[in-house]
C-alpha cells in the first residue's frame, strides 16, 4: 500500500475545493498486503491537530521506518503552512479535515487486511470505520455550507444597509446638486446685474467728459442757450415776413431747454399717427411728462389768455390731462418728433451731440445752414448771425447743421 507525493499545501477559503484535490492526492493503491506483514496498523496514525499547539510544518504522521520482514508502510506525511491572524480558524479546521482524511486511509489499510485472509469480522469492523470517517467528512461538508449560508446572509444584510445608506448619500447628493444649480443661477444674475451697473457707470463718466468738453468748446451750453433773448427784437430783417423766423426759433429754444440726447424707446409713440392717442393710452408714460412739461414752459400764461381769452388748457395740462383740442393737438405732433429726434440719436450714436449757435457769430456753412440767404450768396459776403433758429446735430459721422437767420455783415453793424 502506498500513497502518491503530496505537494506543499496552503489553506484556501474554498475549502471544498480543497477536499476535491485531497480526493486526487490520497487516492490508495492496493499493493497486496498481508495480516503477517501488518500485525497493527494503529500506530501509523497520529492526528495532526490535537490539543499541543500546532507547529508551523507538521512532520510525519507514522514513526520512523516501520518495518515488518523489511517490508515498510506508512502513509506520506502531508506538509502545510499554518495560516496566522485572521485565517487561523480556517487552518484549524483544514487540520481537522486532514486527520479525517488519514483516519480514512489506515482504516481502509485494515479493510485491505482484513481481505487476506479473509476474516468477516475484521471486515465488518473496518468497513464501519471507513463509513464513520466518510460520515466526519460528510458531516465537515455540511458545516461548511452551513457556515457558507451564514456568511452570505451577513453579506447580503450588510449590502441591504449599504445599498440604503448609497439611496439616502445620492439623494442627499441631488439636494446639493439643486442647491448649488440656484446658487450658480444666482451668481450668474449677480454678474450681469454687476456688468450692466459698470456700463450705466461708464456711460455717465462718458457723458461727463462730454459735458466738460463741450463747456471747454466753442458751441453755446444749455446755460448760455437759456441767456438768450426768447424773443429777437433787436434782430434787422431782410424781409417783414421774416419775423417768423424769430417765434420759430423762441419755440425751439423753449423746446430744446434743458433737455440732453439720451436713449430711449421711442416705437409706444412713433406707432400711433395721431400722438394724443398715445397719451391717452399711458397717461403717465415719460412722453406724457415731457408734453406738459414743454407745453407749461413754450405756452406762457399771457400767450394762452390772449388765443383762448381762458387758461383750460394750462389747468387740465397742469393736472395730468391732455385734451383733445386742435391747437394742443397740433402741439404734441410737434412734440413728438422732438421726442423722437432726442431719443434717436441717441439710440443711433451713444456719444451723438447737439449744439447751438450764438448771436453776432460768423456764418460758417460747414455748421449753418441759412433759412433766409441761399448758401451760394452766403458764402460770398459776410456774414452775421441774428439768431438761431434750430440747434444742429451730430450722430457719429453725419452732422445735420444748425439754422440760422443771417444779415451782413456791414448791415448789422
Same mark, same amino acid.
Given at each position: 500500500m502506498e500513497c502518491s507525493n503530496t505537494k506543499l499545501i496552503k489553506p484556501n477559503p474554498n475549502i471544498s475545493e480543497i477536499v476535491s484535490k485531497l480526493a486526487k492526492v490520497c487516492t490508495l493503491k492496493s499493493i497486496g498486503v498481508f495480516s503477517s506483514e501488518l500485525p497493527n496498523l494503529h500506530h501509523l496514525h497520529k492526528?495532526?491537530?490535537?490539543?499541543?499547539?500546532?507547529?508551523?510544518?507538521?512532520?510525519?504522521?507514522?514513526?520512523?521506518d516501520n518495518r515488518s520482514h523489511g517490508q515498510k508502510i506508512h502513509p506520506h506525511p502531508i506538509e502545510f503552512e499554518v495560516p496566522k491572524g485572521e485565517g487561523f480558524c480556517a487552518g484549524l479546521e483544514i487540520m481537522k479535515i486532514f486527520d479525517v482524511v488519514s483516519a480514512i486511509k489506515l482504516a481502509y489499510l485494515e479493510l485491505q487486511q482484513a481481505h487476506i485472509p479473509y476474516d468477516p469480522h475484521k471486515v465488518v469492523s473496518a468497513d464501519k470505520r471507513v463509513s464513520a470517517e466518510l460520515e466526519k467528512l460528510c458531516k465537515f461538508k #455540511?458545516?461548511?455550507?452551513? %457556515?457558507?449560508?451564514?456568511?452570505?446572509?451577513?453579506? $447580503?444584510? @450588510?449590502?441591504?444597509?449599504?445599498? &440604503?445608506?448609497?439611496?439616502?448619500?445620492?439623494?442627499?447628493?441631488?439636494?446639493l446638486k439643486g442647491k448649488n444649480n440656484v446658487k450658480d443661477?444666482?451668481?450668474?444674475?449677480?454678474?450681469?446685474?454687476?456688468?450692466?451697473?459698470?456700463?450705466?457707470?461708464?456711460?455717465?463718466?462718458e457723458k461727463i467728459k462730454r459735458i466738460n468738453k463741450m463747456k471747454n468748446a466753442s458751441v453755446s451750453t444749455v446755460a448760455k442757450f437759456h441767456e438768450q433773448k426768447w424773443i429777437e427784437?433787436?434782430?434787422?430783417? #431782410?424781409?417783414?415776413?421774416? %419775423?417768423?423766423?424769430?417765434?420759430?426759433a423762441y419755440? $425751439?429754444? @423753449?423746446?430744446?431747454?434743458?433737455? &440732453?440726447?439720451?436713449?430711449?424707446?421711442?416705437?409706444?409713440?412713433?406707432?400711433?399717427?395721431?400722438?394724443?392717442?398715445?397719451?391717452?393710452?399711458?397717461?403717465?408714460s415719460d412722453f406724457s411728462k415731457f408734453c406738459r412739461t414743454k407745453y407749461l414752459l413754450v405756452v406762457h400764461r399771457t400767450m394762452?389768455?390772449?388765443?383762448?381769452?381762458?387758461?383750460?388748457?394750462?389747468?387740465?395740462?397742469s393736472n395730468g390731462k391732455h385734451p383733445r383740442t386742435e391747437f394742443y393737438q397740433l402741439f404734441t405732433k410737434m412734440a413728438k418728433w422732438v421726442w423722437v429726434l432726442l431719443g434717436s440719436a441717441a439710440s443711433i450714436d451713444p456719444n451723438a451731440t447737439m449744439f447751438y449757435t450764438d448771436n453776432g457769430s460768423m456764418f460758417s456753412s460747414l455748421y449753418m445752414e441759412s433759412v433766409n440767404v441761399e448758401?451760394?450768396?452766403?458764402?460770398?459776403?459776410?456774414?452775421?448771425?441774428?439768431?438761431?433758429?434750430?440747434?444742429?446735430?451730430?450722430?457719429?459721422?453725419?452732422?445735420?447743421?444748425?439754422?440760422v437767420y443771417i444779415s451782413k455783415q456791414s448791415e448789422a453793424l
Amino acid at each position: 500500500m502506498e500513497c502518491s507525493n503530496t505537494k506543499l499545501i496552503k489553506p484556501n477559503p474554498n475549502i471544498s475545493e480543497i477536499v476535491s484535490k485531497l480526493a486526487k492526492v490520497c487516492t490508495l493503491k492496493s499493493i497486496g498486503v498481508f495480516s503477517s506483514e501488518l500485525p497493527n496498523l494503529h500506530h501509523l496514525h497520529k492526528p495532526v491537530c490535537d490539543n499541543a499547539s500546532v507547529s508551523g510544518n507538521t512532520s510525519s504522521v507514522a514513526s520512523d521506518d516501520n518495518r515488518s520482514h523489511g517490508q515498510k508502510i506508512h502513509p506520506h506525511p502531508i506538509e502545510f503552512e499554518v495560516p496566522k491572524g485572521e485565517g487561523f480558524c480556517a487552518g484549524l479546521e483544514i487540520m481537522k479535515i486532514f486527520d479525517v482524511v488519514s483516519a480514512i486511509k489506515l482504516a481502509y489499510l485494515e479493510l485491505q487486511q482484513a481481505h487476506i485472509p479473509y476474516d468477516p469480522h475484521k471486515v465488518v469492523s473496518a468497513d464501519k470505520r471507513v463509513s464513520a470517517e466518510l460520515e466526519k467528512l460528510c458531516k465537515f461538508k #455540511v458545516e461548511y455550507k452551513e %457556515k457558507q449560508c451564514r456568511i452570505a446572509m451577513l453579506n $447580503a444584510g @450588510r449590502f441591504d444597509r449599504l445599498r &440604503s445608506e448609497i439611496k439616502a448619500k445620492e439623494a442627499l447628493l441631488g439636494k446639493l446638486k439643486g442647491k448649488n444649480n440656484v446658487k450658480d443661477s444666482k451668481i450668474l444674475r449677480l454678474r450681469q446685474e454687476l456688468h450692466d451697473l459698470e456700463m450705466v457707470n461708464k456711460n455717465l463718466t462718458e457723458k461727463i467728459k462730454r459735458i466738460n468738453k463741450m463747456k471747454n468748446a466753442s458751441v453755446s451750453t444749455v446755460a448760455k442757450f437759456h441767456e438768450q433773448k426768447w424773443i429777437e427784437n433787436d434782430a434787422v430783417y #431782410v424781409k417783414r415776413g421774416d %419775423k417768423k423766423y424769430a417765434f420759430e426759433a423762441y419755440i $425751439a429754444r @423753449r423746446m430744446f431747454h434743458g433737455v &440732453s440726447l439720451r436713449s430711449y424707446d421711442v416705437g409706444d409713440v412713433v406707432k400711433f399717427d395721431d400722438p394724443i392717442d398715445a397719451l391717452m393710452e399711458n397717461p403717465g408714460s415719460d412722453f406724457s411728462k415731457f408734453c406738459r412739461t414743454k407745453y407749461l414752459l413754450v405756452v406762457h400764461r399771457t400767450m394762452e389768455e390772449s388765443f383762448f381769452g381762458n387758461l383750460d388748457h394750462r389747468s387740465l395740462v397742469s393736472n395730468g390731462k391732455h385734451p383733445r383740442t386742435e391747437f394742443y393737438q397740433l402741439f404734441t405732433k410737434m412734440a413728438k418728433w422732438v421726442w423722437v429726434l432726442l431719443g434717436s440719436a441717441a439710440s443711433i450714436d451713444p456719444n451723438a451731440t447737439m449744439f447751438y449757435t450764438d448771436n453776432g457769430s460768423m456764418f460758417s456753412s460747414l455748421y449753418m445752414e441759412s433759412v433766409n440767404v441761399e448758401r451760394e450768396i452766403a458764402e460770398q459776403g459776410t456774414y452775421s448771425v441774428q439768431f438761431m433758429i434750430m440747434p444742429g446735430i451730430k450722430i457719429g459721422q453725419t452732422l445735420v447743421k444748425s439754422q440760422v437767420y443771417i444779415s451782413k455783415q456791414s448791415e448789422a453793424l
